[in-house]
């Protein structure tokens, strides 16, 4: 077990537990631990292993060679070598093939790759992760403000942070708070969740009242009231697709203002297209049940509008609140169709009691 | 640039293209890129790397290292050695350390480790990166039937397959194609994203067919279609919430029957307090402004039958579909979302016209 991964074991119980393991196994290894422990879950302090390779550049190749092998006997792995100076400062970091491969003459300081990548201890995993997979790095080495060596996070420990972020991400997005463990019981799950249907719950009273508006409109047509909720859950599902694709394009490269505004043109596009040929086949439908071609230019007319409205609510709003600092998935489809509902209800009632009744 | 990724850039070019291209390049490029081109894309030999250090096992520890530096001048990275017989067979792996550790007199067979994992190029891409995520390893070689040694899958990569898995998974689960391109243009999302819109309209012809059955309750109590909107919204919610936890652990770990039949009952009891919670909170509302307890107990009624329907739906479903070998992902909010609508509108709409009128 390497010492990160103890860590993370540790950090999940009591204080007094935690101080009971750390005085029971060797003293080194808790004082490892112990360090660990100071540092965020979620941070490259929380992230990071200290048992690394470190020589100082001023060795020749084979006192390198030697202290490489002397060092890597209580490690299970190692893929880089972090060269420092004498005060332990992070001066750069060279492979055991560069070693190998140089003059025996040389000292070590001159093989070292001019820049290198390396993260300090509070950096955020997310961002970790995005380094390590830019540069395509088995490790990067962790540094204090003053470029004392740390530790290493290699990238193994980065693929368990994607899977994470990204069952986040999906959680968040389906309205399931960040929180719940996947396999958590009932009271953890109605912990995590209800606060998001009650939410919801606020809004739809929103959408609730929009209708009592038009009571008399429905009472006059009652059909109205099965289209009215097609219209409303197209409107939804819509949003959500435009949604999904703003937030995932999101997370892997963060949008110019030059193509934030070409997403939002593109899903206005898609939202009218989509819109009309489905508002088409409703038309159909209503010529064909309802014998009502005036209900049935309504309900065309409202659907092509509530999927321009998804499609443009769906992109703009999770772009404005990465603007202002919001995690976009927070814009999740439980809120986004409170947006469609309405709008829909009021799209489709309006024109039914300008243009029908 | 590495051989795998020409491949993955040159296969999205016409064969035309891709020809002419292949015979302006270097022979010896030109022919491990025509090898890489002969796997699909999203298998093992479509990921693979055919740069790649291989000694004979029969080497002594200095032929090997200068064998390992000789190879290792056209690479810009590796991180294992692959050792092979006479004919080509992979026999096992052995690290650059291992190698420089050992006693001057050793042949590098007898430093290999015993067991070693390796995938055949046939191997779904996504099997090779829970092997590499699973085992820690930096690269896993591939080899075809024969254990003949073709190439590497470097984590590097992986990282890139996992990400492509994650959009896939949230854009499949949001009701949006696979193939669309994040970036795509207007009309690539139309054609991804239209047809799901349309099998949503079908089923939601099916909610409105419901509807049209209770005309008569509606057009005598108008604000019933208020509520009606509001319990099939909320059902819808609370089913992505369930779907979205049971997706997820379906792609993390593979459940047993005994889980599945926990997880089902967990999302039951879910759906049975929230849908408790939330229904007497419109309760509540429907006493003092509808001033009509009747109506309050009718909803707290279908509020709670839709939420239990949407946990027990949302968790069984995906669990179904896994088994009968349908990807999870498919059973998404679009299609899960009708169950909740059309049984909230039975719910409510048929216990309104028993003991409301």
């Given at each position: 077990?390497?010492?990160?991964?103890?860590?993370?074991?540790?950090?999940?119980?009591?204080?007094?537990?935690?101080?009971?393991?750390?005085?029971?196994?060797?003293?080194?290894?808790?004082?490892?631990?112990?360090?660990?422990?100071?540092?965020?879950?979620?941070?490259?302090?929380?992230?990071?292993?200290?048992?690394?390779?470190?020589?100082?550049?001023?060795?020749?190749?084979?006192?390198?060679?030697?202290?490489?092998?002397?060092?890597?006997?209580?490690?299970?792995?190692?893929?880089?070598?972090?060269?420092?100076?004498?005060?332990?400062?992070?001066?750069?970091?060279?492979?055991?093939?560069?070693?190998?491969?140089?003059?025996?003459?040389?000292?070590?300081?001159?093989?070292?790759?001019?820049?290198?990548?390396?993260?300090?201890?509070?950096?955020?995993?997310?961002?970790?992760?995005?380094?390590?997979?830019?540069?395509?790095?088995?490790?990067?080495?962790?540094?204090?403000?003053?470029?004392?060596?740390?530790?290493?996070?290699?990238?193994?420990?980065?693929?368990?942070?994607?899977?994470?972020?990204?069952?986040?991400?999906?959680?968040?997005?389906?309205?399931?708070?960040?929180?719940?463990?996947?396999?958590?019981?009932?009271?953890?799950?109605?912990?995590?969740?209800?606060?998001?249907?009650?939410?919801?719950?606020?809004?739809?009273?929103?959408?609730?009242?929009?209708?009592?508006?038009?009571?008399?409109?429905?009472?006059?047509?009652?059909?109205?009231?099965?289209?009215?909720?097609?219209?409303?859950?197209?409107?939804?599902?819509?949003?959500?697709q435009a949604l999904a694709v703003t937030v995932r394009r999101i997370?892997l490269n963060d949008l110019t203002d030059n193509q934030a505004y070409r997403t939002v043109l593109k899903e206005f596009t898609v939202g009218l297209i989509?819109?009309?040929?489905?508002?088409?086949?409703?038309?159909?439908?209503?010529?064909?049940?309802?014998?009502?071609?005036?209900?049935?230019?309504?309900?065309?007319?409202?659907?092509?509008?509530?999927?321009i409205?998804?499609g443009v609510a769906g992109s703009s709003i999770p772009l404005i609140?990465k603007r202002?600092?919001?995690?976009p998935?927070?814009?999740?489809?439980?809120?986004?169709?409170?947006?469609?509902?309405?709008?829909?209800?009021?799209?489709?009632?309006?024109?039914?009691?300008?243009?029908?009744?």
């Open positions: 077990l390497d010492y990160d991964d103890a860590t993370d074991i540790i950090s999940q119980l009591s204080e007094d537990d935690q101080k009971e393991i750390l005085e029971e196994i060797d003293e080194e290894d808790a004082s490892h631990i112990r360090n660990l422990l100071n540092y965020p879950e979620d941070s490259a302090g929380g992230l990071m292993n200290t048992q690394i390779i470190r020589i100082n550049g001023k060795l020749t190749k084979k006192e390198a060679l030697d202290e490489v092998i002397r060092q890597s006997e209580e490690m299970e792995e190692f893929y880089t070598i972090n060269v420092v100076d004498d005060k332990n400062h992070l001066v750069g970091i060279v492979s055991l093939k560069d070693i190998i491969k140089a003059k025996n003459t040389i000292r070590i300081i001159e093989l070292i790759k001019a820049d290198f990548v390396y993260v300090k201890a509070e950096t955020d995993q997310e961002e970790v992760a995005k380094l390590i997979s830019q540069y395509n790095l088995t490790s990067i080495p962790v540094v204090d403000d003053n470029m004392h060596l740390l530790g290493r996070i290699t990238f193994d420990d980065v693929i368990d942070v994607m899977e994470e972020e990204n069952t986040e991400d999906i959680l968040k997005f389906s309205g399931v708070s960040e929180d719940e463990e996947l396999s958590g019981n009932w009271k953890e799950a109605v912990k995590s969740r209800l606060p998001w249907l009650i939410i919801n719950l606020g809004t739809a009273f929103l959408a609730v009242s929009v209708i009592r508006h038009f009571d008399d409109t429905i009472k006059q047509l009652g059909i109205l009231a099965g289209y009215m909720v097609m219209i409303a859950g197209m409107g939804g599902n819509a949003a959500t997370s989509n819109g009309a040929v489905n508002g088409f086949i409703v038309l159909l439908f209503a010529l064909f049940f309802d014998k009502n071609p005036m209900l049935g230019l309504v309900i065309f007319l409202a659907m092509t509008g509530n999927l409205i998804a609140l202002i600092g919001i995690d998935a927070i814009a999740s489809s439980i809120i986004i169709t409170t947006f469609t509902d309405v709008f829909g209800f009021l799209l489709l009632l309006g024109l039914a009691s300008k243009l029908l009744l």
